[in-house]
Structures are given as structure tokens and as C-alpha cells.
């Protein structure tokens, strides 16, 4: 269609027409529509304090997530003013707290899609590892800034396997504070950590000994004797010379998951803690992510408009706002195992497993399988 071709009114037709999109994004970002806004009802739920997510009922499939977000968090300052947001950095009302290796990240690269909400920029915050000096008003200021209607969340792995964290963070942060953690078959989740470790470290790092280096680091680390131990092969840097585990490396350690969760249940009540299947995650993080919404009480925003499975990257990925996997670092190719090790390794995390499962009074997806179909 030429312009000139066009009588004056039908060009001011075109034009309203070509615009009338525009405006309505323009007036949208702007956080001033109505249309299609999550209703604010009664409080049904309150996850802490004065914050009450779940009164918010999302309408989010029609609208890409960035413009149905700049609706009531703290990024428009035009809708702080209009809808009377309470916009500050606060502790977290929620934290990962692990397992390392066991689908932390994409936990919280799925959750970061939910307008309700707000995780810590900082990849991780070691508060009470690494920094346990540093004081909790700095902690808070690493925290995003969150409206009434959001969550704040921070995760750090490492927190589950230090003994001293559960009651450093009902003390600094609250008693009531809601705690996810995901756990993945012990064995894979060695041979990942060792495949990371062999990744992000170049050989000179490791030949001095990664965990060493990092000791002292980790003062709090749980036992003086556990570091990461990274030599030449998986078999050699998990097995002694006699051929028994060696659990005083962190490879090994970090999955004694009954040990480090009896310590958690000391502290915090079971109903405060989700505990997710990583192996299930990774095959189809949706129901596990509705589970985490109903945990926390955020208003439902995943369903299956939400993510899909990428062929290329062999997992599942964010379609909103744009189709995007997580990076390179994560779904790395892993080294080959002797069968053998293998074995050794089901043999002896087993007892662990067990009294996981008495602990939770759940079985685990890998405790469903058997030597062969694990490593097969
Ligand atoms: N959707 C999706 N995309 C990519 N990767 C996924 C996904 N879901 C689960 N995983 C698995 O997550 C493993 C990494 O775990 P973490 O994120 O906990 O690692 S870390 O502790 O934060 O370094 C990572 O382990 P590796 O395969 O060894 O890299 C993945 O198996």
C-alpha cells in the first residue's frame, strides 16, 4: 500500500491504526493501564511481615512478562507512585540453600520468571560461609528492592552442608523464613561437581589443590578436614589408595544429604523446608515449579506457556519473554566412569539415602532405579 494512493482521511485511519498498538504498549509500560491488571483481593495468605503475595491473581498468558511485571514491581517508578508500592531492599524471605550441583541454578532461572518474585542479582551471597563478618545490613543490601507484592529470595548452595547456617539464618534473618532445596542423585551430583571444579579451574589452580586453596575461605566449613580434592581422574579424586570413598572431599561430602538435613530440621520446622527431586526437574521442571508457587504462596504465573524443551541444549528453557536456555556452564558434558566406581559409590551412599528417606518420608526418583539403569 503507497501513501500517496491514500484519500487524507484514510491516512489518518492507517495512522491510528499503525499507532493504536504503540500507545497501548506506551501506556502499559507505564503502569497506569487497568486492562488485564492482576486483581487485588482479600489477603489470603501472609508469607512474612506486612508482604502478602498471594492476594494477587495473575493474568499473565496474554501479555509478555516484562510488561506485565512493570505493573506493581519496584523497576517503574511511575506505578510505585500510583499504586503506593513500598519499594526497598529487605532480607529474604527466601533462600536456596543447595544442594551444589543438584539444578540450584535452574531453579532459580525459572523462578526469576515470576513477577512475584525478586532474586538477589549477586549470584551468590555466601553470607554465612564466606563472608561471616560481614554484617547482615550489607547481607540486606545486596537484596534486590521489592514491593509488597514480591518475595526476595537469595541462593547459596554451599549453606547446606555447613552445620553452623541453619541457626546463623533463623537468627540474622528470621525463624520463619521459607527454604527451598533441591536434591539430585548423590553420584551424578559428584560427577557434575567434579566436571565444574575441572571447568571453571585452570590445571595450575588445581594441581595446588583447589580445595586447599579454598580452606581457608570456608572457615566454617563443617568438618576441618573436608575441601575439594580435584586430581587427574574422577576415580582417583574420589577414591583413597585403598580403594574405599574418600568422603572427607567435598565431592563427596556435599551428598551425605540425611546428614546435612538433620541439621536443618534441628533448627527450622519441615513444613518451612521444600525439598525438590533434581532429577525430575531437569526432565520437566513444571510441576515442580507449581509446587514451589503453592509453597510460597505466590500467585500461580507457571504453566506450560511458560517454558519449553530446547533440542539443541537437551533441557527445558524460559519461552517468556524471549526463548532462552541457561549458559554454557550448565548441562556439561561429563567424563566417562568406570562401572565399577559406580558401584562403589550406589553402595555407599545407600545407607545416607535410606535415612533420607525416613527422614522425609519420601523416595527419591534415582532411589527408584538400580546400578544398571543409573550408569547405563
Ligand atoms: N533446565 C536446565 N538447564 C541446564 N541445566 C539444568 C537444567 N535443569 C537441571 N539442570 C542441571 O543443573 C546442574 C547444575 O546444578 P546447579 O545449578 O545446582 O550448579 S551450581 O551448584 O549452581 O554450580 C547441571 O549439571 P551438569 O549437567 O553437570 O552441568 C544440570 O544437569
Given at each position: 500500500?503507497?501513501?500517496?494512493?491514500?484519500?487524507?482521511?484514510?491516512?489518518?485511519?492507517?495512522?491510528?491504526?499503525?499507532?493504536?498498538?504503540?500507545?497501548?504498549?506506551?501506556?502499559?509500560?507505564?503502569?497506569?493501564?487497568?486492562?488485564?491488571?492482576?486483581?487485588?483481593g482479600s489477603p489470603t495468605h501472609r508469607?512474612?511481615?506486612?508482604?502478602h503475595?498471594s492476594q494477587?491473581?495473575?493474568?499473565?498468558?496474554?501479555?509478555?512478562?516484562?510488561?506485565?511485571?512493570?505493573?506493581?514491581?519496584?523497576?517503574?517508578?511511575?506505578?510505585?507512585?500510583?499504586?503506593?508500592?513500598?519499594?526497598?531492599?529487605?532480607?529474604?524471605?527466601?533462600?536456596?540453600?543447595?544442594?551444589?550441583?543438584?539444578?540450584?541454578?535452574?531453579?532459580?532461572?525459572?523462578?526469576?520468571?515470576?513477577?512475584?518474585?525478586?532474586?538477589?542479582?549477586?549470584?551468590?551471597?555466601?553470607?554465612?560461609?564466606?563472608?561471616?563478618?560481614?554484617?547482615?545490613?550489607?547481607?540486606?543490601?545486596?537484596?534486590?528492592?521489592?514491593?509488597?507484592?514480591?518475595?526476595?529470595?537469595?541462593?547459596?548452595?554451599?549453606?547446606?552442608?555447613?552445620?553452623?547456617?541453619?541457626?546463623?539464618?533463623?537468627?540474622?534473618?528470621?525463624?520463619?523464613?521459607?527454604?527451598?532445596?533441591?536434591?539430585?542423585?548423590?553420584?551424578?551430583?559428584?560427577?557434575?561437581?567434579?566436571?565444574?571444579?575441572?571447568?571453571?579451574?585452570?590445571?595450575?589452580?588445581?594441581?595446588?589443590?583447589?580445595?586447599?586453596?579454598?580452606?581457608?575461605?570456608?572457615?566454617?566449613?563443617?568438618?576441618?578436614?573436608?575441601?575439594?580434592?580435584?586430581?587427574?581422574?574422577?576415580?582417583?579424586?574420589?577414591?583413597?589408595?585403598?580403594?574405599?570413598?574418600?568422603?572427607?572431599?567435598?565431592?563427596?561430602?556435599?551428598?551425605?544429604?540425611?546428614?546435612?538435613?538433620?541439621?536443618?530440621?534441628?533448627?527450622?520446622?519441615?513444613?518451612?523446608?521444600?525439598?525438590?527431586?533434581?532429577?525430575?526437574?531437569?526432565?520437566?521442571?513444571?510441576?515442580?515449579?507449581?509446587?514451589?508457587?503453592?509453597?510460597?504462596g505466590?500467585?500461580?504465573?507457571?504453566?506450560?506457556?511458560?517454558?519449553?524443551?530446547?533440542?539443541?541444549?537437551?533441557?527445558?528453557?524460559?519461552?517468556?519473554?524471549?526463548?532462552?536456555?541457561?549458559?554454557?556452564?550448565?548441562?556439561?558434558?561429563?567424563?566417562?566412569?568406570?562401572?565399577?566406581?559406580?558401584?562403589?559409590?550406589?553402595?555407599?551412599?545407600?545407607?545416607?539415602?535410606?535415612?533420607?528417606?525416613?527422614?522425609?518420608?519420601?523416595?527419591?526418583?534415582?532411589?527408584?532405579?538400580?546400578?544398571?539403569?543409573?550408569?547405563?
Amino acid at each position: 500500500m503507497k501513501w500517496k494512493c491514500l484519500s487524507p482521511r484514510s491516512s489518518v485511519a492507517a495512522i491510528f491504526i499503525c499507532f493504536i498498538p504503540i500507545l497501548i504498549i506506551i501506556f502499559d509500560l507505564s503502569g497506569n493501564s487497568r486492562q488485564g491488571e492482576q486483581s487485588l483481593g482479600s489477603p489470603t495468605h501472609r508469607v512474612s511481615g506486612s508482604r502478602h503475595v498471594s492476594q494477587l491473581t495473575l493474568n499473565s498468558s496474554q501479555y509478555p512478562f516484562t510488561l506485565f511485571q512493570s505493573r506493581w514491581s519496584c523497576k517503574n517508578e511511575r506505578a510505585i507512585k500510583t499504586r503506593n508500592l513500598d519499594c526497598k531492599s529487605r532480607l529474604p524471605d527466601v533462600i536456596g540453600i543447595g544442594a551444589k550441583k543438584c539444578g540450584t541454578g535452574a531453579l532459580e532461572f525459572f523462578l526469576r520468571g515470576h513477577p512475584a518474585l525478586h532474586i538477589a542479582a549477586v549470584v551468590e551471597a555466601h553470607q554465612w560461609d564466606w563472608h561471616p563478618t560481614r554484617s547482615i545490613e550489607k547481607y540486606r543490601q545486596l537484596m534486590p528492592r521489592t514491593s509488597q507484592y514480591q518475595l526476595t529470595m537469595e541462593k547459596t548452595p554451599a549453606y547446606f552442608v555447613a552445620d553452623d547456617i541453619p541457626a546463623a539464618i533463623a537468627r540474622d534473618v528470621s525463624r520463619d523464613i521459607k527454604l527451598l532445596l533441591i536434591l539430585r542423585d548423590p553420584v551424578k551430583r559428584a560427577i557434575s561437581d567434579y566436571t565444574h571444579v575441572l571447568d571453571v579451574f585452570p590445571k595450575m589452580a588445581r594441581k595446588q589443590r583447589y580445595g586447599t586453596r579454598r580452606r581457608g575461605r570456608v572457615p566454617k566449613y563443617p568438618q576441618a578436614n573436608i575441601s575439594y580434592v580435584i586430581e587427574d581422574t574422577f576415580e582417583t579424586s574420589v577414591l583413597n589408595e585403598d580403594g574405599t570413598v574418600n568422603d572427607d572431599n567435598a565431592i563427596i561430602f556435599t551428598g551425605l544429604y540425611s546428614r546435612h538435613l538433620r541439621n536443618w530440621f534441628k533448627i527450622f520446622p519441615r513444613e518451612q523446608i521444600l525439598i525438590l527431586d533434581g532429577d525430575l526437574f531437569s526432565k520437566n521442571p513444571l510441576p515442580q515449579l507449581q509446587a514451589t508457587e503453592s509453597f510460597l504462596g505466590l500467585p500461580k504465573y507457571f504453566d506450560a506457556t511458560k517454558i519449553y524443551f530446547d533440542e539443541a541444549k537437551g533441557f527445558f528453557c524460559l519461552a517468556m519473554p524471549f526463548k532462552h536456555c541457561m549458559g554454557k556452564g550448565k548441562g556439561r558434558k561429563h567424563p566417562e566412569v568406570e562401572r565399577e566406581t559406580f558401584k562403589k559409590l550406589y553402595k555407599f551412599y545407600e545407607p545416607y539415602d535410606k535415612e533420607l528417606e525416613i527422614l522425609t518420608g519420601r523416595k527419591f526418583s534415582w532411589m527408584n532405579l538400580n546400578n544398571d539403569e543409573v550408569t547405563g
